[in-house]
């Protein structure tokens, strides 16, 4: 897996205050994306030994709620096995923290995944231009949904996070 980015201290890309993963790679290329320098899976840094260790090293602070994946697409098919990698051990090492992931892919298709068990919140769909909604929190077009992911696996339904 490769990233762009870790930001820190960030309060846009989840509740309270995250470490976001800026991941590389997305196929959706979604008209005017805020962040098309990820679209390229070869693109950013490797996200190595390093890279994480500075993301557990943020996770480590008590005022950090968790961390968000985004990017680019963290469920991206060729990330997919190390964003699960990361994050079954985010969840074993930080078992207080939330994870979010937002995804281009919707729920349907990523609920079966493993890893989407350990997550809190999913933001799925793409963006789409006709529906931006700068008003919306945590998402930039009104089809992209914000999904409670525990509540909506065991209720076999989305469930909307509202938090």
Known sequence: MRYHNITKDDMLNGDGLRVVLWVAGCEHHCE???????????GGL????????????????????GVTLSGGDPLHPANRADTAALIFEIREKFPDKTIWVYTGYEWEAIKNLACIKQVDVVVDGRYRKDLRD?????????????????????LGKIVLHTK
């Open 32 to 42: 005017d994306c805020q962040n098309p320098v990820t679209w390229d899976i070869n």
């Open 134 to 154: 700068v008003n919306l929190p945590w998402r930039g077009s009104s089809n992209q949904k914000v999904i409670d992911a525990g509540e909506s696996l065991a």
């Open 46 to 65: 490797p996200f190595d030994e390093a890279a994480k260790a500075e993301l557990f090293s943020e996770l480590e602070r008590d005022y950090i709620s």
